[in-house]
C-alpha cells in the first residue's frame, strides 16, 4: 500500500516535497516512481528510481528542477519539486513496479491515492 502526501498551493517559483511512504518489507526491492495528471489530460511519468537509488530517471519536463529520492529504511520515496510552474499543476501519484524500470505507467503494478500540488502564477 502507498500513501502519498505533502501536496498543496505554492506560488510560481516556489518548492514542495512529497513523500509517499509504503506499507510491507518489500520495499527495498521495489522500482519507485512518481506521475501526475494535470487537469483534462492523461497521466504522464515524471520521474523513477531504481531500489538502490544509483539510477534515476526523469521526464525533460522536469529535469532540473525535480528530484526523486528514496529511503529504504523508512520505506518513502521522495519527490523535492523545485522552481514550481503552474504547468506543474496535477494530481501527483506514486507507483511501485516490481521489475521493469523505466517510464511506462502500464510497468508500475502498484498506485498510492494521489495527492494534489496547485501552483499559482
Known amino acids: 500500500q502507498l500513501q502519498a502526501s505533502g501536496g498543496g498551493l505554492v506560488q510560481a517559483g516556489g518548492s514542495l516535497r512529497l513523500s509517499c511512504a509504503a506499507s510491507?518489507?518489500?520495499?527495498?526491492?521495489?522500482?519507485m516512481g512518481w506521475f501526475r495528471r494535470a487537469p483534462g489530460k492523461e497521466r504522464e511519468f515524471v520521474a523513477a528510481?531504481?531500489?538502490?537509488?544509483?539510477?534515476?530517471l526523469y521526464a525533460d519536463s522536469v529535469k532540473g528542477r525535480f528530484t526523486i529520492s528514496r529511503d529504504n529504511a523508512k520505506n518513502t520515496v521522495y519527490l523535492q519539486m523545485n522552481s514550481l510552474k503552474p504547468e506543474d499543476t496535477a494530481v501527483y501519484y506514486c507507483g511501485a513496479a516490481r521489475s521493469m524500470y523505466g517510464s511506462r505507467e502500464q510497468w508500475f503494478d502498484y498506485w498510492g491515492q494521489g495527492t494534489l500540488v496547485t501552483v499559482s502564477s
Open positions: 528510481i531504481m531500489r538502490s537509488v544509483d539510477s534515476t
Open positions: 510491507g518489507r518489500t520495499f527495498g526491492s521495489l522500482i
